[in-house]
């Protein structure tokens, strides 16, 4: 291998301090302003677990009980931003964000030491491009610039370590088995922060199988520690998960995220995994543009007559034919960057289990680090042959101009959820789940204003993209249920109950029956709405709302005999329904008997009723 000479670069490899004080500047230049961004899309997974909630140290371990977003076990995550928590009084943005960039900034320098434990030190400035590159590549904006995704950036900040220990572990003239119990525990804190760690179990294996086969003891070992934590992990998670009401829910991935969901075969996986490759190819090149959700229809998956099936395989062939050559050439740098790129996004790539939105800038932070990798061994590569030094670094600072723009423009849209949604969604419009995300938005949007023209255009874009989801998938129940919802609060009953009765054709849990209840409610069509409360309430027996509803339509209607007797069976099927004895309470404080109203509020306190304050008139 020819040794890379760049008296410049030579340099600057040479002082460690200079290259930390470069990357934290660069990082900083391209990310800095996202101290000042707000919460945004999905950040109230996090919010709504810990914010405010962790008062004592007890309260921050009992985050470990926890589920994450009842689809998940990432305990560390949560952890983390609950100490902030506690430390703050609140979760606030700044401070969650200026967190991430020092964690992403960590992350730069742990990749930094595990590629000069991996490789010689004549390819110090080869490894030092590739980490400027990886600083501001395109396609990891997201997972700087959104809170929710601290998730990635402590999963591969210690999954780094847990390869770098591992190194350390084998490169010693004897064993030291404290660097693999390290390299084990960094492993198991990575899987609980995110299961993309477990890349790293894959590229260690591969690292000691293919480079170092000094005692085969130690890989036994290391096996049977990896096995021991992942069962911890998933006996953890499923303490947690399954605590959840909706634990049958838990992990499945539906056919608006993934058609895969539905489609099992090998075929369909193989078809999918050609596309997938292309898809993630053109995003970490960059050649096409980033979005908060893709999903179905606004990628093609499963099709095998287009321009991403073909070039997903003819980029597979070559990756291949690049692999062997690199094996044959004993090249570490180019087996190492393949083999770390696809063993670290795997999981990613539709061919083992269909992920949601069946891409996500996210999904390849860690593999984006490889690619980094290869693009600067490419770099080198052609200088050398040129021969000309200048090259290389017009090269690299045309790279490094363009993805610094790029990236700069993108952070841009991450400001808040807001303006995330108005620069994506209109390119979006093929997307169901992308439609779906951006009317809820635009929903929130318009009941936080008073400014009327403001909540007429917001009105507008609610209706725009639900219809737009709508038309991607018209079988859909939950954007007509939105519809109903939306043309309610926009006092237009009768476009509600037209899209409410749709939803309910292709809604098998009809849900929809307790909001048409609402919509005759509201229109004082009685009978209709009694009729709806209580379809809804054999569907769900403990509502309290429903039961409050349905009591209330009773009293409305005058039928106070009815209303009576509703409470009292419930209570003689439950004792333990609060809604019942809330009713009663109420139902004898119209009737001016304050201390029967008095006798059935203490009653219900006892089963989790809120105190009542009955006034009493002297």
């Not at 922060?193 to 477990?198: C, L, R, Y």
């Not at 543009?289 to 287009?306: C, H, P, Q």
């Not at 917001?458 to 043309?487: D, M, R, S, T, W």
């Not at 333990?576 to 008095?598: M, R, V």
Request: hydrophobic share 45%; glycine share 4%; charged share 20%.
């Amino acid at each position: 291998m020819k040794k890379y000479n760049n008296k410049m670069l030579n340099k600057l490899h040479n002082k460690n301090s200079y290259q930390y004080c470069m990357l934290f500047i660069l990082i900083f230049l391209v990310y800095g302003r996202t101290i000042w961004f707000d919460f945004n899309l999905d950040d109230t997974i996090i919010t709504d677990a810990i914010n405010e909630k962790i008062k004592t140290v007890n309260d921050l371990f009992s985050i470990f009980k926890l589920s994450y977003n009842n689809t998940d076990y990432r305990p560390i995550v949560l952890f983390s931003f609950g100490i902030e928590n506690l430390i703050f009084g609140s979760l606030q943005p700044s401070i969650s964000h200026f967190i991430n960039i020092i964690l992403f900034f960590l992350i730069t320098l742990a990749a930094l030491q595990l590629f000069k434990a991996l490789f010689d030190p004549n390819k110090n400035s080869l490894i030092f491009v590739a980490i400027v590159l990886f600083c501001v590549l395109p396609v990891n904006s997201e997972v700087v610039c959104s809170i929710k995704c601290r998730d990635n950036l402590l999963s591969m900040l210690f999954g780094l370590y847990s390869s770098l220990f591992f190194i350390r572990f084998l490169e010693k003239e004897r064993l030291n088995y404290l660097f693999l119990l390290i390299s084990v525990l960094f492993t198991f804190l990575g899987i609980l922060s995110k299961m993309d760690a477990i890349g790293f179990v894959f590229f260690n294996l591969f690292y000691y199988i293919y480079y170092y086969k000094k005692d085969w003891k130690a890989i036994l070992y290391y096996s049977l520690c990896i096995i021991i934590i992942t069962n911890i992990v998933n006996e953890l998670s499923q303490n947690a998960l399954f605590a959840e009401e909706n634990s049958k829910y838990i992990g499945l991935t539906t056919f608006t995220e993934n058609p895969l969901s539905t489609s099992n075969l090998i075929g369909f996986k193989l078809i999918a995994f050609a596309n997938t490759i292309y898809y993630y190819f053109t995003r970490l090149v960059p050649i096409s543009d980033f979005r908060y959700y893709y999903g179905y229809n606004y990628l093609k998956v499963l099709s095998t007559d287009t321009i991403s099936f073909y070039c997903g395989l003819v980029i597979l062939i070559l990756f291949i034919l690049l692999l062997i050559r690199f094996i044959i050439n004993n090249n570490k740098v180019g087996v190492i960057g393949i083999l770390g790129l696809f063993l670290t996004s795997i999981y990613a790539l539709n061919l083992f289990i269909p992920v949601a939105g069946i891409i996500a800038d996210r999904y390849i932070f860690i593999a984006s680090l490889f690619f980094c990798l290869l693009l600067s061994y490419f770099l080198f590569k052609i200088s050398n042959f040129l021969k000309k030094e200048i090259y290389l670094l017009s090269m690299i600072l045309t790279i490094l101009l363009f993805f610094i723009v790029t990236t700069s423009i993108r952070v841009g849209a991450w400001k808040n959820i807001y303006t995330l949604i108005k620069t994506d969604a209109p390119k979006l419009t093929n997307s169901y789940e992308a439609m779906r995300i951006a009317s809820s938005v635009y929903m929130s949007e318009y009941e936080k204003t008073d400014k009327e023209e403001v909540k007429q255009e917001l009105q507008q874009k609610c209706i725009y993209y639900a219809e737009k989801g709508i038309e991607v998938y018209p079988k859909n129940y939950l954007l007509h249920q939105f519809l109903g919802q939306y043309y309610f609060k926009f006092n237009k009953p009768d476009k509600s109950l037209e899209h409410l009765h749709i939803s309910l054709k292709n809604d098998s849990s009809k849900t929809s029956y307790f909001y048409l209840g609402d919509i005759h409610y509201s229109i004082k069509n009685l009978d209709s709405a009694l009729y709806y409360y209580k379809v809804a309430l054999k569907k769900n027996p403990s509502s309290p709302v429903l039961i409050n509803n349905i009591s209330t339509v009773y009293f409305e209607m005058g039928d106070k005999e009815k209303c009576l007797q509703f409470n009292y069976d419930l209570l003689k099927n439950d004792s333990s329904i609060f809604a019942a004895y809330e009713n009663l309470g109420y139902y004898y404080l119209a009737e001016k008997d304050t201390a029967k109203a008095e006798s059935y509020f203490k009653q219900g306190e006892k089963y989790g009723l809120p105190p009542v304050k009955i006034r009493y008139n002297n």
